[in-house]
Each structure stands twice: as structure tokens, then as C-alpha cells.
């Protein structure tokens, strides 16, 4: 909404007027936080994500330094964000701080946090503060572009939106991907695991321990980060062109995987399935909030790999003799393993994995217990091919059957119980490690859907 020039004015009054009002009632430093946004648009989601972003940089540097916060008002009107802070602390210190975050990003650059004296007096900085606040369409330094009115409104405008948007992609994509590192730790960290690796024993793996996964999660980092920079770039193409970057980027990975473990393989379902899921995230993304609908994301999943599974499997189909495991437990049984999970829209996480997740917290267990008991959950009803690989579909079967009746008689069964699962894994050579990967998928997308 555009706002004219009478209501900024009466907006201006209003707020000296709040601050007085708030000095009286507060005789300490008082921070007056709006934002530089030129033109007559002053509020918008964008817009308001950017002050919500100053207002946490603000609590947190005011947190670690000790501050206390007496009086905290924020306010969301047609004519800008309004916030103000009134602290215990003193007046000079309150204005470093402030000037700290401003200068400390270029997102800063459009902070305006006045620092009030108990007295009413608002601090000033020096000419070189001064100097360090640049010009966001031509970068010079000081007020002089602004004071000759060197740039147009529309220029103005166009800056102000570009340096939002590049703070926020860049913000967004570094916390998908460390929660998506986040959720690939802790899958392996989740202990006990029926046949797979975690903190007590390496399951039915012989080749790999709980080091090998941390390694490997690790060189896998800047993987995650790609993938959610290839998914926004590429969010205007079809989403098959998106999945093919995604397979290119996901064969380096492997490599970098390899590279970590010494040649084991610890990560490539979930190089599949994480990739896939991070460049959904990017696909969905929009500078004013990101994406954080599971369902959403899910969706976005099975539309970039739904055609090139389709071919990947009528190419199984015509080959003369299957090559691999995979490929002839879909030809004899019509299994499609991660590859048609991820085609369908994780159904299995959606439906199964992230339900049981969040009745388990719900209803008290810990993150660790929780997570183990969805991966049970997703034992009991996905047909994972990894298992079935090892120990054959009647095997395979069976110990499903196990799991399933362990879950009828206990929805929420104790460690203890799950400890003796996984000796009967280890027993039968079992590991189900598609579910592993589910589970880590489970994991991320209730933790993203979780943040503010």
C-alpha cells in the first residue's frame, strides 16, 4: 500500500511523541528501530521480514552483551515498522551496538536504529561512522547521494529489494543445510538402530562405524548447500531441468563421499533423497518466507524426478538382463525402492515417518528415542530394498512382521525392546537402510516446518 506524504508526517510525530512517552516511563536508553525504505511503499512481507531480521540481530547482541531489555514494542503499520527498545545500560554502548549491526551486513544498510539519551538527546554518529554507511545502489560512501537526491525512487526501490532478497537467500540456504546436516547426524546418532549403524554397535555393517557416517556427513555439507541454491536458480525452468542439475551436482558428491570414507559407501540414498528434498526447498522459495509445508516440499520432490524415473524404469524394463540388485528386484517384483518413494511425493515419510515422529515427542520421548521409533515405524510399512537385498524378500518379510507386531502391542516401544530387534537385525545380516534415509528426511522436514 502506498502511504502520501501527510500520513509519513503524522507517522513521524506519532512516533517522537511514543518515544517520550517511553522515556518517561523508562528514564533509560531507548532505542528507536524503523527502516530506510525510499519511495511511498513503506510495509510489506519483505519488508517486515527485514526489520524481524534486525529486531533478532538486535536482541541478540543486546542478550550477549548483557543488556537487559526493560521495554520491548514493535509495530507493523502502512507507514513502516516501528520498534523500540528500552534498555538498562549505558547510552554510548547501546549506539555501538546498534551501529555494529548496521555496518555488519549489507541488509544493515537499511537499519535505522536511533539511540535516545534518558535526557530525549538522540546520538549521533562520528563522520567516519558516517562514512561506513555506503549508498545501496552506487556504493559511495556517507549521506551525499541521498542529500543531492543522486538516484531515482525506482532505483532506490530495485537496491532495496535486491539486498533483501540476497540476504534471505543466502540466510535460507544456509539453515536448510544445516539442518539438513543436522538430521543426516543425528539418523546415524539415533541409537538403537535395527542392523544399522549407531553409537553402541555398527549393525550388521562390517566396513563402517559411526566415524565413517560423521566423515562422510561432513564432506557432504557444501552438497546441501548447493542443492538448495540449485533448486531457487533454477525455480523458473521445469522441474525436470531441475533434477538433472540436482544429478550432476549429486555424482560430485558421491565422489566427495568416497573421498571421505575411504571408498565406503555410507550416503548415496541419502545424497538422493536430501539432494532432492533441498532443491524442493529452493524451487518454493520466495525472499518474503521460505517454503516450510512437508507436503509442499514433498510434492515438488516427485515433480522433478517423476519423468526421469519413469524413463529410468521403462529402461530397466526393456534392458535384456538386469545389472544390479535394484534393477532385478523391480523387474521380479515391481519394487522401485528410494528412486519411486521420491517419484510418488514421499508418501512413506508424509504418511507414516513424520506422524510417528511427532506422537513420539508429543508424547515425551526424547529426540533420540523418538527418531527410533519412527525409524521402527517406517520398517513396519516400507518395503525397503536394502533389506530385502541382503537377506531376500521372505527375510526381509519376517522381520517386518517382527517389527510391526512389536508396534501393535507397544505404538511407543522402550530402547530396550528396540535393542533386541537389532540383535535379531544383526543376526540376519538386515539393514534397512532406505528407511535410514527416511528417517533423515522425517527429521529435517519437521525441524525446518518447526522454525519461525
Not at 512481507?45 to 533478532?56: A, D, K, M, N, S
Not at 537402510?433 to 522454525?451: E, K, N, P, T, Y
Request: glycine content about 8%.
Amino acid at each position: 500500500m502506498e502511504v502520501t506524504l501527510p500520513q509519513m508526517l503524522f507517522a513521524r510525530e506519532h512516533r517522537v511523541q511514543r518515544q517520550q512517552t517511553l522515556l518517561t516511563a523508562f528514564p533509560h536508553p531507548l532505542i528507536s528501530f524503523t527502516m530506510n525504505i525510499a519511495g511511498p511503499e513503506k510495509d510489506s512481507p519483505l519488508i517486515r521480514r527485514g526489520f524481524q531480521e534486525g529486531c533478532r540481530l538486535l536482541d541478540a547482541a543486546l542478550s550477549q552483551n548483557r543488556l537487559e531489555v526493560l521495554h520491548r514494542e514493535l509495530v507493523y503499520a502502512d507507514t513502516g515498522c516501528e520498534g523500540y527498545y528500552a534498555v538498562a545500560g549505558e547510552a554510548s554502548r547501546v549506539k555501538a551496538l546498534c551501529a555494529a549491526i548496521e555496518n555488519s551486513c549489507p541488509l544493515g544498510r537499511l537499519f535505522d536504529m536511533d539511540v535516545l539519551t534518558p535526557q530525549g538527546e538522540q546520538l549521533r554518529r562520528n563522520a567516519e561512522e558516517a562514512d561506513r554507511r555506503q549508498c545501496i545502489v552506487c556504493g559511495a560512501p556517507g549521506r551525499g547521494c541521498a542529500s543531492r537526491r543522486v538516484h531515482t525512487v525506482e532505483q532506490l526501490q530495485q537496491a532495496t529489494r535486491r539486498i533483501l532478497t540476497e540476504h534471505f537467500a543466502a540466510a535460507d540456504a544456509d539453515a536448510a543445510a544445516a539442518l539438513a546436516l543436522r538430521a543426516l547426524l543425528d539418523e546415524v546418532c539415533t541409537t538403537p538402530k535395527p542392523g544399522l549403524v549407531d553409537r553402541v554397535n555398527s549393525g550388521s555393517h562390517r566396513d563402517m562405524d559411526i566415524f565413517t557416517f560423521t566423515a562422510s556427513a561432513a564432506a557432504l555439507a557444501p552438497y546441501l548447500r548447493r542443492c538448495v541454491e540449485i533448486g531457487r536458480q533454477t525455480r523458473e525452468l521445469p522441474p525436470e531441468q531441475t533434477f538433472q542439475s540436482l544429478r550432476k551436482a549429486g555424482l560430485q558428491a558421491e565422489q566427495a563421499m568416497f573421498a571421505a570414507t575411504g571408498g565406503v559407501n555410507t550416503h548415496k540414498g541419502a545424497i538422493f533423497t536430501m539432494g532432492t528434498v533441498c532443491g524442493a526447498l529452493g524451487r518454493l522459495w520466495k525472499p518474503e518466507a521460505p517454503c516450510r509445508d512437508p507436503a509442499a516440499i514433498a510434492g515438488a520432490c516427485g515433480e522433478m524426478t517423476i519423468q526421469a524415473m519413469e524413463a529410468d524404469f521403462a529402461a530397466i524394463a526393456a534392458a535384456p538382463a538386469p545389472v544390479t540388485v535394484g534393477q532385478r528386484l523391480y523387474r521380479e517384483h515391481g519394487l522401485k525402492g528410494i528412486r519411486g518413494e521420491v517419484a510418488a511425493g514421499l508418501p512413506s515419510v508424509l504418511q507414516v515417518g513424520l506422524p510417528a515422529l511427532e506422537r513420539g515427542l508429543a508424547a515425551g520421548k526424547s529426540r533420540n528415542d523418538a527418531a527410533a521409533i519412527t525409524l521402527l515405524h517406517l520398517i513396519a510399512q516400507v518395503d525397503d530394498t536394502n533389506m530385502i537385498a541382503r537377506g531376500g524378500m521372505a527375510l526381509a518379510a519376517e522381520a517386518k512382521t517382527k517389527v510391526r507386531r512389536l508396534l501393535d502391542w507397544n505404538p511407543l516401544p522402550e530402547p530396550e525392546q528396540i535393542a533386541r530387534l537389532d540383535q535379531d537385525f544383526i543376526r540376519d545380516r538386515l539393514s534397512p537402510g532406505g528407511c535410514a534415509d527416511l528417517l533423515a528426511v522425517a527429521l529435517f522436514l519437521h525441524d525446518w516446518s518447526q522454525m519461525p
